[in-house]
């Protein structure tokens, strides 16, 4: 038995992949969407950088994103990032995070995505 858990999900930014950003928020979108349905559900997933703008007040995908807290996924936020873009008041979902458990998190899951 190990005490790592299973699924965690790293949002690097507010779309997918790097190019045109209504592309970015496109893809990204359809990838949550499949992965909301899929059989691999995270535990967690930690937004950081721009990523916090989906967390956040305005946010494009806050619908889904909500949805994966509802079905028990923790949504947490880099502090660091929400109060440099002056954001940490416009928190929506999930909590603020710090690095430390951001490093610890990532330690200690059996399988990272970052995206």
């Known amino acids: 038995m190990t005490d790592k858990q299973d699924f965690l999900v790293l949002v690097t930014s507010a779309g997918l992949g790097q190019g045109e950003p209504d592309l970015g928020e496109k893809l990204l979108t359809s990838f949550l969407k499949i992965l909301l349905d899929s059989s691999q559900?995270?535990?967690?997933?930690?937004?950081?950088?721009?990523?916090i703008f989906l967390t956040t007040a305005g946010s494009p995908l806050f619908d889904i994103i909500k949805q994966f807290e509802l079905r028990g996924a923790g949504i947490l936020s880099c502090s660091t990032c929400l109060d440099y873009?002056?954001?940490t008041d416009k928190l929506i979902v999930g909590r603020p995070t710090n690095m430390r458990?951001?490093?610890?998190?990532?330690?200690?899951f059996r399988k990272v995505i970052t995206i």
Do not use: C, H, K, Q
């Open 41 to 51: 559900f995270p535990d967690r997933m930690i937004f950081i950088n721009s990523g």
């Open 85 to 87: 873009y002056g954001r």
């Open 101 to 108: 458990e951001t490093v610890n998190a990532l330690i200690s």
